[in-house]
């Protein structure tokens, strides 16, 4: 399970360290895509075997799951981690992602969310904002 934040930087060859206690959490491995809010997500390997059999049992006939299954499994890229726990992040990620040098490495469960360190937080703004004002209906949520 993925909990918690760390603040990285992009080195100017696009490579990123992945937190050690998420590295550990990773175990054999894991696919960093495109992501929803403005951020990528790496998945671990197994997590990642199950959501693109998910993804692969959706209807070929339904519009919205061809077009999400294009948006996770076309910008695909396998983790490749070097000795120090770094992963070049492709080009057309970091553009995807808005990812500037200043990244935060955020834990949210099932995977890990990979954002530009101001979108970031904005966006948090934004949710506990919306929060503040009853906007947001957790009850719905049946937690």
Not at 32 to 42: N, R
Not at 99 to 124: C, F, M, P
Request: aromatic residues 10%.
């Amino acid at each position: 399970m993925f909990t918690g934040r760390y603040y990285h930087s992009i080195e100017a060859k696009g490579r990123l360290a992945i937190p050690k206690t998420f590295r550990e959490e990773l175990g054999s491995g894991g696919v960093i895509t495109w992501g929803l809010d403005g951020c990528l997500f790496l998945f671990p390997a197994s997590y990642w075997q199950k959501f693109s059999d998910q993804l692969a049992s959706l209807s070929l006939t339904n519009p919205s799951a061809r077009n999400l299954t294009r948006l996770l499994v076309q910008s695909a890229q396998d983790l490749d981690l070097d000795h120090q726990g770094r992963t070049l992040i492709p080009d057309y990620l970091r553009q995807q992602a808005n990812l500037k040098k200043q990244v935060v490495v955020a834990g949210s469960l099932t995977r890990i969310e990979i954002w530009d360190r101001e979108t970031y937080h904005q966006h948090l703004d934004l949710i506990a904002q919306k929060i503040n004002e009853g906007g947001e209906d957790f009850a719905s949520l049946d937690i």
